[in-house]
């Protein structure tokens, strides 16, 4: 059966099924084709309260909604579908399903801060963006994204020696995201650099390998380091209810 | 020894126009046709109030014990004016006790009626216990009770407030905008979420009228400091499903239809022309505007005017008004009855 200003609805909203039954009588078949309701039923009012208690999202009850974050927004021009005033709405009136429908946009924020700064109410939605990725992602709502994986990789070693090992993080980097260490590329890196390199260098970056050098009296810095880091998950994730288990 | 100036209606303009007079010397009549002075912020019992935050009882209180301590001041209360001949400096009043009174000149200062919400029976009024007004929850806050589902005298946990009650809206013949409301139910939310910490509130509005230095004061500060929720949406209805208040409506930010359950839903309620206003017009022989307040005459020539010479008029008579807009325009209009009355330079000397 055509359905008139079919555009309006989502398509995962339009449900025929093969074999229904209801009330004894037969609604099978495209003949019966139902539309999903869109009537928003409740507030869930934690996820506003989540969202404001990470980094940069403190301010995300000021937004009375002009739009002036979207209109300067600079993925916004690119892609329409990325609107931070829409998603701080969502957040703040706890719609949750509608908010995940584009969780595999939310995160493209470049960060151009132009939204901070024609933003009337100093809602700060850069940092209410940065907020939302990391709700997302601790919530498991995102897998953890390539640029995400090599920044914990890169952060770990630092926090553990105060160095990084380019080789060491390469490697991290691939088990991480579960990548064969034997790349067409690397080998040929690898070549090239045997050939070309100073042997003493070459040397030091192999022993770098084995036993991988610290920085001095580092024991300090990195218990404060890792102090820190700890409380702040611990905090991030005590504030969206999730069990004190982080990742670092 | 002038005549004495006619000061109908005991409210904050009546009392500000006494109070100026009293200030300048000039004897003044007040006739009020409750038993008490005050006007709606005490009639009604309201908190507290914009801006000031002071206590109805204790500011416009404190006018009233000042005016009734006056001795320039003659009150008459429970009564009315039912016959208003002459002229400037020439005015015969006669009262509802059948006494009369002479008057130099007279000052309107009549107010409005509160906007009855049965009126909207869509939004469930006087069908639902806890659907209440914000002259009701004004009361539970002044009265020490605390703001509480009628119903069953449980705290809300979740409150809505509509704006617009009454006023906008042509179906009902109220083509104003009470001007105060939204002011007014950002306070109520700001003093909910105050006295109810895990009491979330919702202002569903059309437009947020906050106007003036009430921006941040009030809707700013509610969002900011209160954590109080704007939705832009106007409700359709107010059902029940047996256990809490449905509203519905279309959010129109997300161009969604809405149904939200609440404990309580606040008709922001707006200001009617006083009910008694034809009654007052043709008494005192005033014309109306056309929404039915008593018009004002010569907004740029002169001081608070009506249609006829040497009746002047200040406060929510002449529309939807603030408390302290009503009283400094009463006291603009006492300085136009007293230039009638030979006043000024009584005072002078």
Redo the contacts between chains.
């Keep these: 059966m055509p359905i008139h200003e079919q555009n309006l609805i989502r398509p995962e909203n339009i449900i025929t099924n093969e074999e229904l039954e209801i009330d004894g009588i037969d609604v099978s078949g495209h003949w019966s084709t139902f539309i999903e309701s869109r009537v928003v039923t409740d507030y869930n009012e934690d996820i506003e309260d989540e969202v404001a208690a990470l980094p940069g999202g403190e301010y995300i009850n000021r937004c009375w909604q002009c739009g002036s974050c979207t209109n300067s927004c600079t993925v916004n021009a690119v892609n329409p579908d990325f609107n931070p005033r829409f998603w701080i709405y969502l957040v703040r009136m706890g719609m949750e399903s509608e908010l995940l429908r584009d969780k595999d946009i939310i995160w493209q924020c470049v960060s151009c801060n132009k939204c901070t700064y024609s933003c009337p109410r100093d809602v700060n939605p850069e940092g209410v963006m940065k907020a939302l990725s990391h709700w997302l992602e601790l919530k498991g709502h995102t897998p953890k994204s390539p640029s995400m994986h090599f920044d914990e990789e890169f952060a770990d070693q630092v926090f553990s020696t105060g160095k990084i090992e380019e080789g060491r993080v390469i490697r991290g980097f691939f088990q991480r995201t579960g990548q064969p260490l034997i790349q067409d590329w690397l080998v040929e890196l690898v070549k090239r650099l045997i050939r070309h390199m100073p042997v003493k260098l070459l040397m030091t970056m192999g022993l770098a390998n084995f036993v991988r050098p610290r920085t001095r009296d580092w024991g300090r810095a990195q218990a404060a380091i890792e102090e820190y880091v700890l409380e702040r998950d611990a905090a991030n994730r005590k504030a969206l209810g999730l069990d004190a288990a982080g990742d670092h | 020894m002038t005549k004495p100036i006619l000061i109908v209606g005991g409210g904050p303009a009546g009392l500000s126009a006494a109070q100026a007079l009293s200030a300048a010397g000039q004897r003044a009549i007040l006739v009020e046709k409750e038993q008490q002075l005050g006007g709606a912020p005490i009639l009604s019992g309201y908190a507290k109030l914009v801006p000031t935050g002071e206590w109805a009882k204790d500011a416009i209180g404190g006018m009233v014990s000042r005016v009734e301590g006056s001795d320039t001041v003659d009150v008459r209360t429970n009564l009315t004016v039912t016959n208003f001949e002459g002229g400037p400096g020439n005015f015969i009043a006669k009262l509802s006790d059948d006494t009369t009174v002479d008057a130099s000149a007279a000052i309107l200062c009549t107010g409005f009626t509160h906007f009855d919400s049965v009126n909207k029976p869509e939004w469930g009024f006087g069908t639902f216990p806890d659907v209440v007004t914000t002259t009701q929850v004004e009361q539970m806050m002044s009265s020490g009770q605390g703001v509480r589902c009628p119903s069953d005298g449980r705290k809300p946990k979740?409150v809505a407030i509509l704006l617009c009650v009454g006023s906008r809206d042509r179906q009902i013949g109220r083509e104003w905008c009470s001007k105060i409301c939204c002011t007014v139910s950002s306070n109520i939310a700001m003093e909910i979420r105050e006295e109810i910490p895990d009491c979330?509130v919702?202002i569903y509005y059309m437009d947020i009228r906050t106007f003036g230095l009430y921006e941040d004061l009030y809707y700013?500060r509610s969002?900011?400091e209160f954590?109080v929720?704007?939705?832009?949406a106007r409700i359709a209805e107010v059902t029940s499903n047996g256990d809490r208040l449905i509203v519905k409506g279309e959010?129109t930010?997300?161009k969604?239809?809405?149904?939200?359950?609440f404990d309580m839903v606040v008709h922001a309620i707006g200001m009617d022309p006083n009910i008694d206003n034809i009654m007052i017009a043709s008494t005192f022989g005033v014309q109306l505007q056309k929404h039915g307040h008593i018009q004002h005459a010569d907004t740029y020539g002169g001081i608070a005017r009506t249609s006829r010479e040497g009746v002047f008029v200040a406060g929510a008579a002449t529309g939807p008004e603030t408390i302290d807009d009503s009283i400094a325009q009463a006291q603009g209009a006492a300085l136009a009855a007293l230039s009638v009355s030979g006043g000024l330079s009584v005072a002078a000397e």
């Design positions: 979740r979330h919702y700013w969002q900011e954590k929720k704007y939705i832009k959010d930010l997300v969604r239809p809405i149904t939200i359950p």
